[in-house]
């Protein structure tokens, strides 16, 4: 099994050993199932859609809030190898005000509303694409596949650093905020990893069915697949927003 670069998702993911102190790994009568995995994120998915267009209709200012709580959460679910629904269910609370308020400010900011709605439909339709593809055995998550897209997304998480690092040095880099050809084109290239991401989420989900997990780590498998989605979503934000602005 090759690691997937989502964070929330690793090989360690579905082993037993890191639930030593656990009483439900031994129930063999409720296994993890895709169907369930499914259920769940549709349930995360539904709470995030609706904070988020609560907090964009009404209260954008507390981008703030939703991006430090989730990021908080975020952290303690990883270091924590928490699989409480509560937990998880919070993360998507504080990512739905974040996106609100994030998808408010960009569509201000280029005078443009709308895109948030085009956003999250494409990115259910990458969704929907690549869980064909993969179901189809179109593609699958080979060692080849796995070198190419953690040397891809070690790249761009190194632009992301000197970007940040760029907010308080006072520069930018053309190639996260340029509306230019470079720019658009890296904005296409990081929602192509994003997309094959989602193969990597596919297959190690696929995997804990197979080594019947049980099924409380369903809502771990549905948090690591939303924190792809929420990074997709983002992704193609900032792609229409360049689009948009070259108006």
């Known amino acids: ?55 964009y209709a009404t209260m954008p200012e507390l981008f703030i809030i939703g991006f430090l709580g989730g990021l908080i959460t975020f952290l303690i679910i990883i270091f924590t190898k928490s699989t409480n629904p509560v937990a998880i269910c919070i993360y998507a609370f504080f990512q739905g005000i974040s996106l609100g308020g994030f998808t408010y400010f960009i569509e201000k900011a280029i005078d443009m509303q709308g895109l948030g709605i085009l956003a999250a439909a494409l990115t259910f339709v990458i969704l929907a694409a690549m869980l064909t593809i993969y179901r189809a055995g179109l593609i699958s998550w080979n060692r080849n596949l796995a070198i190419a897209v953690y040397s891809s997304i070690g ?88 689009l948009a602005s070259r108006r």
């Open 155 to 242: 790249a761009i998480l190194f632009i992301y650093v000197v970007s940040f690092i760029g907010i308080f040095l006072g520069f930018e880099i053309p190639l996260i905020h340029g509306n230019g050809s470079v720019g658009i084109v890296f904005s296409l290239f990081v929602i192509g990893i994003g997309a094959l991401c989602l193969v990597a989420d596919f297959d190690f989900i696929e995997k804990g069915v197979e080594r019947g997990a049980p099924k409380q780590l369903e809502w771990r498998a549905a948090f690591g697949l939303m924190v792809t989605l929420i990074w997709l979503y983002i992704e193609i934000l900032n792609l229409l927003a360049k």
């Open 1 to 55: 099994m090759y690691r997937s670069r989502n964070p929330t998702l690793s090989d360690s993911t579905f082993d037993k050993s890191n639930y030593r102190e656990t009483t439900w790994w031994n129930d063999t009568s409720n296994l993890m199932t895709m169907e369930g995995t499914v259920e769940k994120t549709a349930i995360l998915l539904l709470i995030t859609t609706t904070l988020a267009i609560a907090t």
